[in-house]
C-alpha cells in the first residue's frame, strides 16, 4: 500500500514537530517542506527531503496528498487557510476561537472549488477539549461546560506579542485560577467569568529603544487574545527569555457538570484532561492524525471544510475497523 504524502507549510515549532510525528506513523512519509525562509539555508531532520520556497507549493502540488499548515493564527492562517485549501487537501491549526465560524466560511468555500478536504482548528483547543465538551453536553444535558488551560505557554498567544510592534521576542503563560478549578471540581458549579476563570503573563523581549509602555498598552488591549484577561507584562532580557522560559509544556481541563434523577438530585462531574511536555509537539501529532482522515475522505470524493466534530474516530487510526474494535472496544 502507498504511504500517504504529507507536506508541511511553515517549520517552526510545529513543523517541526509535524516532521517528528510523521516519523511515528509508518502509513506516512514527508514530502516536502515549504517555507518563507530561504530554503537553501533550511535544514530539516528527514534527509533526503526537499525543502521549497513556500511561494512555489502550487507546482508541487501532485506530489503531495495531505499539506499540514503550520503557520500562526494571528496572521498566517487567515490568509493561508482559504489559499492553500484550493490547491491541496489541507490541515491547519487556526485557534482564534471567536473567528472560527468565519474561517471556516472561508475555507470551505475554497475547498469547494478545489475540489479538496480541509480539516480547519485541529489541535487540543480547539480539537480535542472540543470533542469533549460537545460528549459532556450531549451526555449531561442539563449542566455547564467549563475549560481551564494551562499552566503553559500558548503558542498562539506568544505568536501574537510578538507581532506587536517594538517587540524583539516573547512569550506567554496561561495560567488557571486554582481556586476557581477547585469550585468546579468539587461540584459547586461557579459562575465564572472569564477573566475569573485564567490569568495571562507574559515575558517580553523589548527592541533597542522601543516604547515599552506603549507595548504593554498594545499586548493588554489585544481583542480575542488579552483584552478580557487580568495580563501582566514582564520585560526580560533575551539572555533570560532564552534561559528561563526554553520550554513549550501545557495543558488543561475540560468539566462537564450535570444533574439527573427526578428532582436533579444526582450531581455528576466528567473532567478531561492534558499535561503536555511539549504543546507543539503533541499539537503536531493531533494533526497528523487528521491527516490521515482527511485522505480517507478526500479519497472517498468528499470536498469542503470540515471540524474535529465531523470526523468519526476510525478515520483517524491506522488501524481496521476489525482491529480496533478487537482491542479498544
Not at 479538496?116 to 450531549?138: E, H, K, Q, T
Not at 469550585?183 to 529603544?209: I, M, S
Not at 506603549?214 to 484577561?229: H, L, R, S, V
Request: aromatic fraction near 8%; charged fraction near 25%.
Amino acid at each position: 500500500m502507498s504511504k500517504i504524502r504529507i507536506g508541511i507549510a511553515g517549520y517552526g515549532n510545529l513543523g517541526r514537530g509535524v516532521e517528528l510525528a510523521v516519523r511515528q506513523n509508518p502509513d506516512m512519509e514527508l514530502s516536502c517542506v515549504f517555507t518563507r525562509r530561504d530554503p537553501s539555508k533550511l535544514s530539516i531532520l528527514t534527509e533526503g527531503v526537499p525543502v521549497y520556497s513556500i511561494n512555489d507549493a502550487a507546482a508541487h502540488k501532485d506530489d503531495i496528498d495531505v499539506l499540514i499548515l503550520c503557520g500562526g493564527s494571528a496572521t498566517d492562517l487567515p490568509v493561508q487557510g482559504p489559499f492553500f485549501a484550493e490547491l491541496f487537501n489541507t490541515v491547519d491549526s487556526f485557534d482564534t476561537h471567536a473567528r472560527i465560524p468565519e474561517h471556516f466560511a472561508k475555507v470551505d468555500e475554497a475547498a469547494k472549488k478545489g475540489g479538496n478536504v480541509s480539516m480547519i482548528s485541529v489541535g487540543w483547543d480547539p480539537g480535542m477539549f472540543s470533542v469533549a465538551r460537545l460528549y459532556g453536553s450531549c451526555i449531561l444535558p442539563e449542566g455547564r461546560d467549563y475549560t481551564f488551560w494551562g499552566k503553559g505557554v500558548s503558542q498562539g498567544h506568544s505568536d501574537a506579542i510578538r507581532r506587536v510592534k517594538g517587540v524583539k521576542d516573547g512569550k506567554q503563560y496561561t495560567i488557571p485560577v486554582e481556586s476557581a478549578v477547585e469550585a468546579v471540581r468539587n461540584g459547586e458549579d461557579p459562575e465564572l467569568t472569564t477573566r475569573q476563570k485564567h490569568l495571562r503573563e507574559c515575558f517580553v523581549v523589548a527592541e533597542e529603544g522601543a516604547d515599552k509602555a506603549q507595548i504593554e498598552q498594545d499586548i493588554k488591549t489585544m481583542p480575542n487574545y488579552f483584552a478580557d484577561y487580568d495580563t501582566t507584562v514582564h520585560f526580560i532580557s533575551q539572555e533570560e527569555l532564552d534561559r528561563d522560559h526554553s520550554g513549550i509544556p501545557h495543558g488543561g481541563f475540560v468539566f462537564r457538570t450535570g444533574r439527573t434523577g427526578v428532582d436533579k438530585e444526582t450531581k455528576h462531574v466528567v473532567e478531561y484532561r492534558l499535561n503536555l511536555g511539549s504543546n507543539p509537539e503533541f499539537t503536531s501529532s493531533i494533526l497528523v492524525a487528521y491527516a490521515r482522515a482527511v485522505y480517507r475522505l478526500s479519497s472517498e470524493g468528499v470536498s469542503g471544510a470540515k471540524t474535529v466534530f465531523d470526523i468519526a474516530p476510525a478515520y483517524l487510526s491506522p488501524l481496521s475497523g476489525d482491529e480496533i474494535r478487537a482491542k479498544m472496544l
